[in-house]
C-alpha cells in the first residue's frame, strides 16, 4: 500500500486485503485532489491551507465515502471528489475549533492560530470550507443540499457545546445531542455519499446512512474513554487532554452524578482547565470510577445499533470491512 496516506483502518484483521488495496489506491488520489484543493498563489494562505493536511490524518471520512461505494458502483467519477468534500470539511472545522479551544498544537504540530494567529486561522478555515463548496458545484443539487444540511449540523453543534444545557435539559442528553451533530452528521454524510454517488439502491442508501450516524457516535464516545482510559505508549497520545483543558465528556458527566468522596474530588476539578498534577490526579480518579464502565456501555450500544443496520446490507467485504470498525471503536477503548 502506498505511503502517502497511512490508513490504519484498512489493516484491520477481517477487511479484505483487496478491498484494502483498492480503497488505499483511491485514498492517494484523494490526498493529491486535497493538494490540489488548497494550491493557491498567495504564499501565506496556501501555506496555511495546506498546514493541517500536510500534519496527517487517516482519512477516516474519505474511507468511508470510498467503502460505501463498494454497495454499487465503485469506479463512478463522483466518488474522489466526494471524498474530497467530506475531508475538506472536516479539515475546516478544525482550524474554527482550534480557534474557540484556543489550542496550540493538532496533529502533533502547532495549531494554525498558534502560527499564524487567530484572523488567519479563521479565513483558512473559511477557504477550505469554499474549496470544498467548489467541488460541490459539480456534484449535483442533491449534493449541495445534503452538505448545506450537514455543515447546518456542524454549526449547531458548536453553538450547543459553547452554550451548554439549558436549564431544566439533562447534561448527557445535550452531550449527545452535541456529538451527534459535531461528529456523527459529517460521518453519517461519508457513508451516504459513497453510496449515493455510487448508484447503490435507496434502501442501501438509507441503511448505510443510519449505520454511519450510529458509527460516528460510537467513533466520538471511543475516543473520549481513549482520553482517560489509554496510556501515552499503546494510544500514541497524551491521556487527559480534555480534561487539562477543562473539557466535560461523557465519562466525566457520569461521574459527576456519583456520590462519595472521590465523587466529590472530582467535582472539584472537572469542568475547569487542571495543570499536570491535577489531571494525573483527576486521571487516577476517573479511571476507578464506575462512570466509566457506564460510558462504555453506551459505546457499545451505538456500535451495535450501527451492527443492526449492516445486517440489512447486502453480504460481501463491504459489510464485512463496515462491522469490523464497528468492532475496532469498541475494542480500542476496552
Known sequence: MSE???NGYLGLPGVDTDLARDIQ?????????LRTAVTVDDPLLAESAAHLLGAGGKRFRATLVLLAARFGDAKAPELIPAATVVELTHVATLYHDDVMDEAELRRGSASANLRWGNSVAILTGDYVFAQASMLLA???AEAVRLQASTFSRLVRGQI??????????DAVEHYLEVIADKT???IATSSRFGAMFSGASPEVVEAVTRAGEALGMAFQLSDDLLDVAADATSSGKEPGTDLREGVLTLPMFYALRETGPEADRLRELLGRPLDDTETAEALALLRSRPAMERAMADLRGWADRARDELDTLPVGPARDAFATLCDYVVERSG
Open 25 to 33: 489506491d483511491d485514498l492517494v488520489r484523494v490526498e493529491d485532489a
Open 138 to 140: 459539480d456534484l449535483g
Open 160 to 169: 450547543l457545546e459553547t452554550s451548554g444545557p439549558a436549564e431544566g435539559v
Open 184 to 186: 456523527a452528521s459529517l
Open 4 to 6: 502517502v496516506v497511512a
